[in-house]
């Protein structure tokens, strides 16, 4: 099966984790194009979704499904997003599309994390994937020095030759080099560095399912 066909299969098997009346929580991403298709085909059995990108917002509504916004509802029985990388504990790297902030805000407000990913996702050590931190524009040299002193080289993503500007207006950082065997205590350290507004590290809100598409069909890891 093609890394497309296997997106498509675990955004289509992370249905069952919809409750019928419920809101559900979207994360961002290519695999999670896949789910908002899937979630179409149910769009009558829910009230709508809470959106953590712009990107998601407007493949939501351009299929019919009404986006509600993270202040005007209470906790989400299911977030269902993607993953750069997931270890088997359920601790993510994410931020490959941007979204982190808004992917760990609306994670939070969500009883559980159901992440879709094919099976190239799963590794052992987080950090083979450029880690994305969300960093206000002033702070990026400093933080850039941070990370060099613990061996990892940050750079600002670009989109036409000019900073990439999130959703929320920062700027991201991709840091390499780093090899992450305290996801929780990573995360937590970088997240208390003046300027970081979030780092992609998701371990404090990790998933608690993840369905991963392989050659044999969906495998469900449960953490």
């Known amino acids: 099966m093609t890394q497309d066909e296997l997106k498509a299969l675990v955004g289509q098997a ?8 419920d809101i559900v929580g979207v994360g961002t991403g290519s695999t999670v194009n896949k789910f908002i298709e899937a979630l179409a085909s149910i769009k009558e059995h829910i009230p709508g ?10 493949r939501l509504k351009a299929l019919g499904i009404p986006v509600f916004e ?6 989400l029985s299911v977030y ?5 990388e997931i270890d088997a ?4 790297v994410k931020g490959g599309g941007a979204a982190l902030t808004r992917e760990k805000i609306v994670a939070a407000q969500s009883r559980q994390f159901v992440c879709i990913a094919d099976e190239s996702k799963l590794v052992k050590v987080l950090g083979a994937f450029p880690l994305p ?6 702070a990026a040299a400093r933080i850039t020095r941070q990370f060099a002193q613990l061996g990892g080289l940050a750079q600002v993503r670009q989109k036409d030759g000019a900073p990439l500007l999130t959703d929320n207006g ?7 080099g780093l090899q992450i065997t305290d996801p929780l205590a990573f995360e937590s350290q970088v997240n208390q560095w003046p300027g970081v507004v979030t780092v992609g590290v998701f371990a404090h809100q990790r998933a608690s399912v993840c369905l991963l598409g ?10």
């Open 214 to 223: 392989t050659p044999d069909g969906v495998k469900t890891l449960a953490f």
């Open 133 to 138: 931190v969300e960093v206000i524009p002033m």
């Open 70 to 75: 993270a202040n005007a509802v209470g906790e």
């Open 89 to 92: 504990r359920g601790h993510m």
């Open 49 to 58: 979704a809470v959106s953590s990108s712009e990107a998601s917002t407007a």
């Open 80 to 84: 269902i997003d993607g993953a750069d």
């Open 170 to 176: 920062q700027h991201i950082l991709d840091v390499t």
């Open 14 to 21: 992370a249905l069952k984790y919809v409750t019928p009346g």
